[in-house]
């Protein structure tokens, strides 16, 4: 076992002492939009409708926007527990990246026979995404300017110029470094359309207010309880305060949170992703790490950190402690673990060195949806009027408005190049009950971090988890 670069030049304690004295345990995007988030009403009394959305997340925005364009003389509401954007939609990094499969590698383990396929449909999803929120004046500090992934170790510099994707770059040392300033970055790929960065709160926010201004009717602090129906009867969703909708067609887009729908309830896993912001960067030292093409951060470890500024120019630094917590349970305490955001901060110095001084203003957690297969799939029930999607396992931000053409499309009965992909036909194996779960999610990180001490070297767990379908490779 070699350490890594993290562990050989390690900042000191007092470094890592001032940088968090004072932050505070909040998302910074939730908290920069506080004052102009609207509230929407509690649904109350009995509500018949055509289409009923569960979930006010991106899924759900994006669907309940779909479905009434395309039929606008329908009723359709969106049902939210408690506010719109709240978890991970207004939670992550901002990073509305092109692929839709977690990854090409990811993808060519699955579905070979459709790589290009996905690619270039993953590729069209963004150019769409950018079209809709310029078209409509959406301002959610959209930037469109590329991936650059780097490597921090030896080994890793071995991994570059594997892709076959037109779009990717290979970059040496000094052509990484002149993107952006690092003594740990030893070589990277550049991919200048394949991420854009956004900010996620807002993106929310301008999603619902464009649902609202095409006739949705947003509902916030309204837990849906119950799920019946039948294939020939309408569905209907029993609410947390008595009420009760009664919808032709349901969407059901809770991401994370339990399925409504028995049969999906071991298909995600909630995994803990803890996140630190700067403050605002001085000029002077935005100057010292260059960054002036603002692109989308990640690096190539098993454990990656991911990062980008902000359009005031904090940098966002998150990822690499993912954490499971035994029995699979969604806390607000689970957001304040200081050893997983100091260890963050210990690997901020080290790769940005120049920057000792800055302190971090914020810092946070947030339940990702994991899947086995690390990317969303799509079930149904009551003979397709109820579409369910889950399982993006972080890369939601994109892959959501996918998912919400699926969705459309198979309530239209369509059968387009979507409806027909393995990807989205496909279901995912499901997790195993406790203690299995935590046992073998454990046995996930201890080996990615073997692998991570061993010259990115699988052991024979990874390799079987690999042949079974549950393997990973972003």
């Known amino acids: 076992m070699h350490p890594t670069i993290f562990e050989t030049h390690r900042p000191t304690e007092q470094t890592l002492d001032q940088a968090l004295a004072d932050t505070k345990l909040s998302c910074f995007w939730l908290d920069d939009v506080a004052d102009r988030a609207p509230r929407h009403p509690e649904l109350n009394g009995e509500q018949q409708v055509d289409d009923a959305i569960v979930g006010g997340g991106f899924a759900g925005l994006w669907t309940a926007i779909k479905l009434k364009t395309e039929h606008p003389e329908r009723r359709v509401v969106l049902i939210e527990a408690v506010r719109v954007g709240w978890a991970a939609s207004g939670r992550n990094g901002g990073f509305c990246e092109a692929s839709i499969t977690h990854g090409e590698p990811n993808a060519e383990s699955r579905w070979p026979n459709e790589t290009g396929t996905l690619r270039r449909l993953g590729y069209e999803n963004l150019d769409a995404i950018e079209r809709f929120i310029a078209e409509h004046e959406l301002d959610v500090d959209f930037e469109r300017n590329g991936a650059l992934s780097v490597a921090n170790e030896a080994y890793q510099v071995d991994w570059l110029g594997e892709s076959d994707d037109p779009h990717v770059v290979t970059l040496d040392r000094d052509e990484t470094q002149a993107r952006i300033k690092s003594p740990t970055f030893l070589g990277g790929e550049f991919s200048p359309t394949e991420n854009a960065n956004v900010h996620p709160a807002?993106?929310?926010?301008?999603?619902?207010?464009?649902?609202?201004?095409?006739?949705?009717?947003?509902y916030e602090g309204s837990p849906v309880t119950d799920i019946s129906g039948s294939a020939e009867t309408p569905i209907r969703l029993s609410i947390k305060n008595g009420s009760a909708v009664t919808a032709e067609r349901v969407a059901l887009c809770t991401n994370v949170f339990p399925s409504l729908l028995k049969r999906y309830r071991f298909h995600t896993i909630p995994?803990?992703?803890?996140?630190?912001?700067?403050?605002?960067?001085?000029?002077?030292?935005?100057?010292?790490?260059?960054?002036?093409?603002?692109?989308?951060?990640?690096?190539?470890?098993?454990?990656?950190?991911?990062?980008?500024?902000?359009?005031?120019?904090?940098?966002?630094?998150?990822?690499?402690?993912?954490?499971?917590?035994?029995?699979?349970?969604?806390?607000?305490?689970?957001?304040?673990?200081?050893?997983?955001?100091?260890?963050?901060?210990?690997?901020?110095?080290?790769?940005?060195?120049?920057?000792?001084?800055?302190?971090?203003?914020?810092?946070?957690?947030?339940?990702?949806?994991?899947?086995?297969?690390?990317?969303?799939?799509?079930?149904?029930?009551?003979?397709?009027?109820?579409?369910?999607?889950?399982?993006?396992?972080?890369?939601?931000?994109?892959?959501?408005?996918?998912?919400?053409?699926?969705?459309?499309?198979?309530?239209?009965?369509?059968?387009?190049?979507?409806?027909?992909?393995?990807?989205?036909?496909?279901?995912?194996l499901p997790f195993p009950p406790e203690p299995a779960a935590s046992i073998g999610?454990?046995?996930?990180?201890?080996?990615?971090?073997?692998?991570?001490?061993?010259?990115?070297?699988?052991?024979?767990f990874l390799k079987i988890m690999d042949a079974v379908g549950f393997g990973f490779d972003s």
Request: proline content about 2%.
């Open 202 to 218: 807002k993106l929310a926010l301008e999603l619902a207010r464009h649902a609202a201004d095409i006739g949705v009717e947003l």
């Open 271 to 428: 995994v803990y992703d803890y996140v630190l912001v700067t403050e605002p960067l001085t000029d002077e030292q935005l100057a010292s790490i260059g960054w002036e093409g603002r692109e989308g951060l990640s690096d190539l470890a098993n454990q990656f950190h991911y990062s980008r500024l902000t359009k005031d120019n904090r940098i966002l630094w998150g990822g690499y402690d993912a954490v499971y917590h035994a029995g699979g349970r969604i806390k607000r305490e689970y957001e304040d673990r200081m050893e997983s955001h100091r260890k963050l901060a210990s690997h901020f110095f080290t790769t940005f060195p120049q920057l000792e001084g800055v302190k971090f203003s914020h810092r946070w957690a947030g339940a990702i949806d994991s899947s086995t297969r690390f990317c969303a799939f799509f079930g149904e029930a009551y003979g397709g009027r109820v579409q369910y999607v889950s399982g993006f396992t972080g890369l939601g931000v994109g892959a959501t408005h996918f998912a919400a053409d699926v969705i459309a499309d198979r309530f239209e009965g369509r059968v387009t190049e979507r409806t027909e992909l393995e990807m989205v036909k496909q279901m995912p």
């Open 441 to 460: 999610v454990n046995m996930f990180r201890w080996s990615f971090d073997r692998a991570d001490h061993n010259g990115g070297k699988r052991n024979v």
